[in-house]
């Protein structure tokens, strides 16, 4: 199997990436910019919205970070990575798996990209600011839903722990930092301690530096 990973620096592709990474996959690293003006065209045959991650699997075709992830544990996790069906956990897996989606995701997005809800910048500003508002909650929410950590169930990892993890990275979302939430704190530590993350960021930073750009993450591996 050949996967042909779409990504961008310091973008949600790190989720799929770091996840391709700790389950030991042979993957290329396709860089496509996405701000450009004009599409880049590879990109669009594979992402309808020109995003990423975008993923090419010898021709499965998919997009959308959570369901990226979920088919590669379902493909080679050997039931590691996520709690199956007819798992008493199940149902909390799923609610976790689509607040990160549909309740975090959003918000997070208002941080970095309020332009492409707005045009004038006093509304952007607004919205930005409204997002921001919410966060707090939800960095709560998560928190609590940590408290037998480090992972989500306990000591099992799973696709839910690089869904929250690789975006609890960028400081810019955080009210005040993340370490006003202990339990993400040590999540996101617990992240930061696996080779696979580590390569990952490394990855990122020296790509970046390759760009006049700097990686400021949350918290830093070790070493950094
Ligand atoms: N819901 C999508 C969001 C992906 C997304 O918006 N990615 C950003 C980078 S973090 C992107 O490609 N933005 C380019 C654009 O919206 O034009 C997912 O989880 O994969």
New binding site residues.
């Given amino acids: 199997m050949t996967y042909r990973l779409y990504l ?1 620096t310091n ?3 790190l989720t799929v990436q770091a996840l391709m990474e700790d389950m030991g996959l042979d993957h290329e690293l396709v860089w496509v910019d ?2 450009q003006d004009t599409p880049d065209e590879d990109l669009l045959k594979v ?1 309808p ?5 975008a993923l090419n699997a010898d021709g499965t075709v998919l ?4 369901a ?1 992830a979920l088919w590669l544990a379902e493909q080679h996790g050997d039931g590691d990575y996520l709690i199956p069906p007819g798992d008493p956990r199940r149902g909390i897996f799923l609610q976790w798996f689509h607040y990160l ?1 549909t309740t975090l ?1 959003p918000d997070v ?1 208002m941080q ?2 309020p332009e ?1 809800y707005a045009a004038d910048d006093a509304t952007q500003a607004r919205l930005r600011e409204a997002a921001f508002g919410r966060l707090d909650k939800v960095f709560r929410t998560l928190d609590d839903a940590l408290a037998d950590g480090p992972w989500f169930f306990g000591d099992t990892i799973t696709v839910l722990d690089f869904l929250l993890g690789m975006q609890a990275t960028w400081p810019e979302i955080y009210p005040e930092t993340i370490h006003a939430y202990p339990n993400l704190t040590r999540h996101q530590q617990a992240l930061l301690e696996r080779p696979s993350v580590q390569r990952v960021f490394g990855i990122h930073r020296e790509t970046m530096r390759g760009n006049g750009e700097e990686l400021v993450l949350a918290m830093e591996p070790a070493g950094w």
């Fill in positions: 961008s973008t949600y592709a996405i701000f992402s919205h020109s995003r990423v991650p997009f959308e970070t959570g990226i989606a995701q997005m970095f990209h492409s």
